[in-house]
């Protein structure tokens, strides 16, 4: 035991920091003790790195409380442990004692025991003990010591009771013990007296201090050495008293007892002096960031951190400081936040490109879904409907027919719809495309109310008003306007049950819009053939849908003279005027119809919204209309709005931006009106032109509209038969046929004059007149020959196509040849149409059989086509390549040509583009001219008349649509051919 | 067996040549086409597509059996066999066309192939069926009655 307890007071090995110093540094620093002390030893410590003032330091040392506080700890520590040292020798001492206690009570309970069998044998006779001696000598005190702490002992010597023998052992054994015992005090009492010798030996505390203190700071410079620090302190007026400095630019003398201003100047120099300032003022101490630009260092940051130093009083008496370069870090940081920002905008405009990557998407999605909506429905739904027109034409009894004409209607109605959602998703998906075109906002007006009227199956006042100041004409895309207004106002007729429906159009404003630069800009479709003959063919599949609005509308043109005299000054003025003016059209549809409640009037614009459930199934209707007129109206920059009041009617409203083209804007002066005058002076309708008041009063339901089909078609048709009579009534005669050919022959020139002038990048536009000058001879053959044997201006009814003259040309041949029995009876129905709905018969002569050519190698596609072409009434001839197509077009005429693009040989595109040369120039390029062909009739002017090609694509994407429109093709059927899309197609070209 | 049964095993059919692709709406372009004055237009023509279709599946064989496979060769086939199945409204016929193509666009000689294979057996499979179909058209005709309208 007690060997265990000196043991581990000898182990105790001191540390190589002194607890105290550990407790002061707040353990900062981690040192592995044992290691270190070699460590220190390899080091050499460089002493001049730091300058200080020693003295400074022993003050500080012994005065500032910190320094005191030290040395307090040290002396503490050294007082502790000696205390320690004294108490353990103590602690061994009395243990010591304890135990030679114990050893001496054993003894006397040996003695008693043995005086107890003295007793025992010896009886009354006292006999005296050898031991009672050594009881006497070793006695007196353990005696005065409590016999009850021996008192164990003594009952288990007495359960050892055994013989005098034993007992004698045992003593003998006792002694011994003992002996041991004792000889063990008197080492300790030995070490003892060892120890308190050495205490008076060892060294005096401050001794023990300086040895700690100078470990320490060797400890500190090697830490120091490579630190890029710099450790100061400096007194109450920041005069340096010490400084350690890894990198001396300056001697002793240069620093100490001076202030930072007074060593160096520049940038951040101040800075840092303040900062020491302010913490010896406000006694906390603080870290700061200070950029120095120097000349002794040049640009370097410095992380300071300064701390207050009290004296005992608590009185600042300076700072330390420590500065730490940071230069790099800082670098580094910078650099990091800019990579950071760099990363955030690259993010962004991530994130941006990733959006506009989506809805490019949606659109490309959009534009397929229209696509696929487009081919998958309209075109069997087309069908469906032709085929039941032609089924209404033919002999059907009453119920028959009644059931077939719901089933029109029908029919009718559904693909009204899907034009609709069509042409909404063409709107949404940016694939609708504006035209640019002149057309008269009078004429619009009249024409839709027009059209209401005859549609009109109750009784109703349509009415319309175009103010004075409205232009003439305006340029803008005519079809959307009237599908606007179309719209609208079918909208006002459906709701109102009595009163009236009426359009008016009014200027709100008008502005100039310089463009220098010419038309390019601003009528971007004129730019590209291709999109605009795609206009035309729309416009014409449109015409068709609609019952022929467009050729009703360019019968009221009038005066082809005049179309042509407005291009050919429009030519010229392009180049005279580069200023171009914008009105703002203001037109009101109104009606006295049921109105629209107020909570209504938010979703009215909206898809597939009506103003009640109850609505839909009275009035019926998708609700699709109005989406559309908005959609569109904003499509053309305008706005669309609605004012109602229930029960008393509804307005609509729409502005428009129009350009006006030059010669209009001036109407009103004696310029334009004398430009005008010639034509005016031969067409009394002219003054209607200019009238802006219309009035349509529905008559009762009459004549032959139970004799036709679908009442929609029935309806257009006598629409276009009044029309034309009134034309007739004007008084368009064999004269003025003459004098329209004469205004041609003015136009031509001037057009040509016109197209001289225009530069190299309107070569396009200038395409586009020449066309139209090809229309314009057209028509004029065409009312020369029929008026020989009619007069009426249905001769010149269907010029929107080029080809149209020829056919009707054509037509009148065969007529005069003989009338052609067992004609088919799709030509027979649109006889009847005709004769049924205007009472004329010359009409049909002009709708019998067209040449038509198919150029298509593969047989089956032949045999398909020329057997839907019977159908439709057409006989046809077939080759099988684009050269024999040549062969064929050299050998006889053809007034429409089917070709398939794809051929061997020579494809569609270049047998096209062979035919279109040959048109133009008169002569066959020598590849393809035909050796055995005697009845070439190169050069002679019926036969350079342009034929009609439309080719016959496999793959319907616009690129190869592009390139068959390129290449001189007037129109497209996609393959494979269907029923509907030739009919379509070729109504185009054949008014059938 | 009764007309009736006839006709709707007839109706069947060609509701299931609809529904599983083999035939699209073209197919009933040729139908409507087919009237008094040309009672067998159908028959006709798909007896065309047939034989022209072998005489162009065999020089496909040949064509892609060369040495030197000549693509463009092969494309013009594939483009005629295309051009008829879809004039006759063999859809899936010409869907495999397509990629066909597609193939000899990409000059895969594997792909080619492949697809050579497939549209052979496209091929058989529709003709299977349109043979079925005439000859169900022959009975009901044999017995009396008439082609119900689809």
Known sequence: MENVILEEADNEVLPMWPDNLMNAAEKQFNIETGADRDMLEDVTIVDDSSVADFKRLLEL??????????????????????????????????????????????????????????????????????????????????????????????????????????????????????????????????????????????????????????????????????????????????????????????????????????????????ESQEFKREVLERGLPAKREITFETELFGKKTFLIYVEPVFSKAGETIGVNYLGMDVTDQVIKREKMVKIREEIAVQKAKEKELNKTIHITEETMRAKQMLATMSHEIRSPLTGVVSMAEILANTKLDKEQRQLLDVMISSGDLVLQLINDILDLSKVESGVMKLEAAKFRPREVVKHVLQTAAASLRKQLTLEGHVADDVPIEVIGDVL??????????????????????????????????????????????ENCSSSLTKANSLKSKSCSNKGMLRSREDKEDNGYCKIATETASLASEEKQQPCEKIVLLHCDVYDTGIGIPEKALPSLFKKYMQVSADHARKYGGTGLGLAICKQLVELMGGRLTVTSQVNCGSTFTFLLPCKVPQKQAGSDDSDGESSMSHCEAKHDINLDVLNGSFLFKTCSLSNGFSLCGSPARK???????????????????????????????????????????????????????EKEHQVNTDSFDVSIRNNSYSGSADKVAYPTCSPLGSIVEDNSYQIY?????????????????????????????????????????????????????????????????????????????????????????MDGLQATKHIRSFEEHGYWDPSVTCSDSPTMPSGTKKCRKRKTIIAMTANAMAESVADCLHNGMDSFVSKPVTFEKLKECLQQFFPC | MDVRQLQRQWID??????????????????????????????????????????????????VLSQQVVDFNRVDAHVHQLKGSSASIGAQRVKNVCISFRNCCEERNLEGCFGCLQQVKQEYTLVKGKLEALFGLEQQIVAAGGSLPMM
């Not at chain 1, 959307?480 to 009163?499: C, D, P």
């Not at chain 1, 009236?500 to 010419?518: I, M, P, R, T």
């Not at chain 1, 004098?739 to 022959?745: A, F, L, P, Q, T």
């Not at chain 1, 049909?844 to 839907?868: H, R, Y």
Request: include cysteine; aromatic fraction near 6%; charge should be negative.
């Open chain 1, 817 to 905: 040849e003989s009338k052609i029995p067992g004609q088919h009876h799709t030509l027979e129905k649109e006889q009847n149409a005709q004769i049924t709905s205007n009472g004329r018969s010359d009409f049909p002569k002009t709708g019998s059989q067209p040449k038509i050519l198919l150029v298509e190698d593969n047989k089956i596609n032949i045999m398909v086509a020329k057997s839907m072409l019977k159908q439709l009434g057409h006989k046809i001839d077939v080759v099988h390549n684009g050269l024999e197509a040549i062969y064929a077009v050299q050998r006889a005429h053809f007034d429409l040509i089917l070709m398939d693009v794809c051929m061997p040989v």
């Open chain 1, 61 to 270: 040392t012994s005065y500032s409380e910190k320094g005191s506080s030290q040395l307090a700890y040290l002396v503490k520590s050294w007082e502790y442990k000696q205390a320690n040292a004294a108490r353990l020798l103590n602690e061994e001492l009395s243990i010591l004692n304890i135990q030679r206690k114990e050893t001496e009570l054993k003894k006397l309970e040996i003695i008693e025991a043995h005086r107890f069998e003295q007793e025992k044998h010896a009886g009354n006779k006292r006999p005296i003990s050898i031991l009672e001696e050594v009881y006497d000598i070793w006695g007196a005190a353990p005696r005065r010591i409590n016999d009850g702490h021996a008192f164990n002992k003594i009952i288990t010597i007495d359960a050892e009771y055994n013989t005098v023998n034993y007992w004698k052992q045992r003593a003998i054994q006792l002694e011994k013990l003992l002996e041991e015992s004792i000889q063990r005090e008197q080492m300790l009492m030995q070490k003892l007296q060892d120890n308190l010798n050495n205490l008076q030996a060892q060294s005096s505390p401050v001794d023990e201090l300086s040895q700690i203190l100078k470990r320490a700071d060797n400890y500190l410079h090697f830490i120091l050495q490579t630190a890029p620090v710099v450790i100061g302190h400096q007194d109450k007026e920041l005069r340096y008293r010490f400084i350690y400095n890894h990198f001396p630019r300056l001697g002793e003398e240069d620093i100490i007892g001076k202030t930072d201003t007074e060593i160096f100047t520049g940038l951040g120099v101040k």
């Open chain 1, 480 to 525: 959307r306007i009237r599908q606007i207004l179309t719209n609208l106002i079918s909208n006002a007729v459906k709701f109102t049950h009595e009163g009236k429906v009426g359009v008016n159009l009014k200027l709100q404003s008008e502005k100039y819009l310089s463009c220098s630069n010419g038309h390019d800009e601003i009528l971007p479709a």
């Open chain 2, 13 to 62: 059919l060609i509701s299931a040549l609809f529904r599983e692709g083999f035939l699209d709406a073209q197919f009933t372009q040729l139908q409507q086409l087919q009237d008094e004055s040309n009672p067998d237009f159908v028959v006709e023509v798909v007896t065309l597509f047939f034989e022209d279709s072998e005489r162009l599946l065999n020089d496909l064989c040949n």
């Open chain 1, 715 to 769: 309806s257009n048709l006598l629409c276009s038969g009044t029309v034309s009579t009134s034309i007739a009534g004007n008084g368009l005669s064999e004269e003025s046929g003459s004098d329209s050919y004469r205004c041609n022959e003015e136009a031509v020139s001037e057009v040509s004059q016109g197209s001289i002038q225009v530069n190299r990048n309107k070569s396009e536009i200038l395409n586009i007149k």
